[in-house]
Protein backbone atom coordinates (compact mmCIF):
# COMPACT_ATOMS: atom_id res chain seq x y z
CA UNK A 1 0.00 0.00 0.00
CA UNK A 2 0.91 3.44 -0.73
CA UNK A 3 -0.75 6.29 -0.70
CA UNK A 4 1.71 8.92 0.54
CA UNK A 5 2.15 12.36 -1.21
CA UNK A 6 4.65 14.83 -0.96
CA UNK A 7 4.44 18.77 -1.41
CA UNK A 8 0.91 18.17 -1.94
CA UNK A 9 -1.81 19.91 -0.34
CA UNK A 10 -5.48 18.45 -0.38
CA UNK A 11 -7.91 20.92 -0.56
CA UNK A 12 -11.74 20.35 0.92
CA UNK A 13 -13.80 18.53 -1.82
CA UNK A 14 -15.64 20.77 -4.27
CA UNK A 15 -19.07 19.75 -2.35
CA UNK A 16 -17.84 19.86 1.21
CA UNK A 17 -20.21 21.51 3.51
CA UNK A 18 -18.13 22.89 6.18
CA UNK A 19 -16.84 26.71 6.30
CA UNK A 20 -14.88 26.06 8.81
CA UNK A 21 -12.93 23.26 10.16
CA UNK A 22 -14.65 20.86 12.48
CA UNK A 23 -13.99 18.56 15.12
CA UNK A 24 -15.76 14.97 14.12
CA UNK A 25 -18.04 14.16 16.77
CA UNK A 26 -17.72 10.95 18.28
CA UNK A 27 -21.13 8.74 17.12
CA UNK A 28 -22.23 6.47 19.76
CA UNK A 29 -19.41 8.00 22.22
CA UNK A 30 -16.94 6.17 20.22
CA UNK A 31 -14.18 8.55 17.69
CA UNK A 32 -14.93 7.73 13.92
CA UNK A 33 -12.89 6.92 11.64
CA UNK A 34 -12.53 10.58 10.82
CA UNK A 35 -11.68 11.22 14.94
CA UNK A 36 -9.13 9.37 14.90
CA UNK A 37 -7.70 10.90 11.92
CA UNK A 38 -8.43 13.64 13.20
CA UNK A 39 -7.06 13.12 16.90
CA UNK A 40 -3.49 11.59 15.47
CA UNK A 41 -2.98 14.78 12.69
CA UNK A 42 -3.69 17.13 15.40
CA UNK A 43 -2.10 15.79 18.27
CA UNK A 44 1.34 14.87 16.24
CA UNK A 45 1.63 17.28 13.00
CA UNK A 46 4.16 16.13 10.60
CA UNK A 47 4.64 12.95 12.52
CA UNK A 48 3.08 10.49 10.34
CA UNK A 49 2.80 9.87 6.82
CA UNK A 50 -1.10 9.10 5.20
CA UNK A 51 0.18 5.20 4.93
CA UNK A 52 1.14 5.45 9.03
CA UNK A 53 -1.79 7.41 9.50
CA UNK A 54 -4.12 5.21 8.00
CA UNK A 55 -3.21 2.20 9.51
CA UNK A 56 -2.48 3.66 13.22
CA UNK A 57 -5.98 5.42 12.97
CA UNK A 58 -7.34 1.79 11.94
CA UNK A 59 -5.92 -0.04 15.12
CA UNK A 60 -7.28 2.08 16.91
CA UNK A 61 -10.77 2.15 14.86
CA UNK A 62 -10.38 -1.73 16.25
CA UNK A 63 -10.38 -1.16 19.90
CA UNK A 64 -7.51 -3.16 20.68
CA UNK A 65 -6.47 -3.57 24.46
CA UNK A 66 -2.33 -2.34 24.97
CA UNK A 67 -1.34 -5.60 25.32
CA UNK A 68 -3.42 -6.88 22.23
CA UNK A 69 -1.55 -4.40 19.75
CA UNK A 70 1.39 -5.18 21.16
CA UNK A 71 1.11 -9.07 20.50
CA UNK A 72 -1.13 -8.69 17.05
CA UNK A 73 -0.08 -5.27 16.13
CA UNK A 74 2.57 -6.21 13.40
CA UNK A 75 0.41 -9.08 11.74
CA UNK A 76 -2.71 -6.28 11.45
CA UNK A 77 -0.35 -3.89 10.57
CA UNK A 78 0.78 -6.21 7.98
CA UNK A 79 -2.77 -7.58 6.58
CA UNK A 80 -3.70 -3.85 6.72
CA UNK A 81 -0.95 -3.09 4.46
CA UNK A 82 -1.84 -6.07 2.10
CA UNK A 83 -5.17 -4.68 1.22
CA UNK A 84 -5.76 -1.84 -1.30
CA UNK A 85 -7.05 1.35 0.69
CA UNK A 86 -8.18 4.80 -0.30
CA UNK A 87 -6.25 7.39 -0.05
CA UNK A 88 -6.82 10.61 2.59
CA UNK A 89 -8.63 12.30 -0.69
CA UNK A 90 -11.22 9.72 0.29
CA UNK A 91 -11.24 11.05 4.03
CA UNK A 92 -14.11 12.59 5.52
CA UNK A 93 -11.80 15.33 7.07
CA UNK A 94 -11.02 17.16 3.96
CA UNK A 95 -14.92 15.68 2.19
CA UNK A 96 -17.09 16.93 5.45
CA UNK A 97 -15.30 18.00 7.72
CA UNK A 98 -13.75 21.25 6.34
CA UNK A 99 -9.92 20.09 6.91
CA UNK A 100 -6.99 20.41 4.35
CA UNK A 101 -4.08 18.16 4.69
CA UNK A 102 -0.40 19.52 4.04
CA UNK A 103 2.03 17.00 3.01
CA UNK A 104 6.17 17.99 3.29
CA UNK A 105 9.03 16.52 1.35
CA UNK A 106 9.14 13.69 3.49
CA UNK A 107 5.91 12.75 3.35
CA UNK A 108 4.74 13.82 6.71
CA UNK A 109 1.33 15.46 6.88
CA UNK A 110 -1.04 18.06 8.87
CA UNK A 111 -4.24 19.15 9.03
CA UNK A 112 -5.21 23.44 8.54
CA UNK A 113 -8.87 24.30 8.92
CA UNK A 114 -10.35 25.74 5.79
CA UNK A 115 -10.56 29.52 7.30
CA UNK A 116 -7.30 29.87 8.39
CA UNK A 117 -4.35 31.67 6.69
CA UNK A 118 -2.13 28.61 5.90
CA UNK A 119 -5.31 26.89 4.41
CA UNK A 120 -5.83 29.69 2.39
CA UNK A 121 -1.87 30.27 1.40
CA UNK A 122 -1.36 26.47 -0.16
CA UNK A 123 -5.05 26.66 -1.71
CA UNK A 124 -4.25 29.70 -3.71
CA UNK A 125 -0.74 28.71 -4.60
CA UNK A 126 1.35 30.85 -2.88
CA UNK A 127 3.50 28.16 -1.22
CA UNK A 128 5.93 27.76 -4.09
CA UNK A 129 6.59 23.86 -4.99
CA UNK A 130 3.52 22.54 -3.62
CA UNK A 131 0.68 20.41 -5.50
CA UNK A 132 -2.65 21.17 -5.06
CA UNK A 133 -5.24 17.89 -5.34
CA UNK A 134 -8.96 18.33 -4.49
CA UNK A 135 -10.62 15.72 -2.04
CA UNK A 136 -12.84 13.69 -3.36
CA UNK A 137 -16.41 14.16 -3.95
CA UNK A 138 -19.07 13.16 -1.25
CA UNK A 139 -21.90 12.45 -4.28
CA UNK A 140 -21.27 11.71 -7.72
CA UNK A 141 -22.22 14.06 -10.25
CA UNK A 142 -25.59 13.65 -12.08
CA UNK A 143 -26.12 14.10 -15.64
Known amino acids: ?23 PPLRSGV ?22 LLIEAHLRHRELSGTDLAQEGEALRAEFSGKSQPC ?20 KLALYP ?10 SGERAGVKLIRAMRNKSRKP
Open 1 to 23: MDTNYYQTFITLAEDCPAERGVV
Open 31 to 52: PTKAGLEYELATNHPYRYTSDE
Open 88 to 107: LRASMLPKKFGWGIHFDEAG
Open 114 to 123: VESEEYQAFA
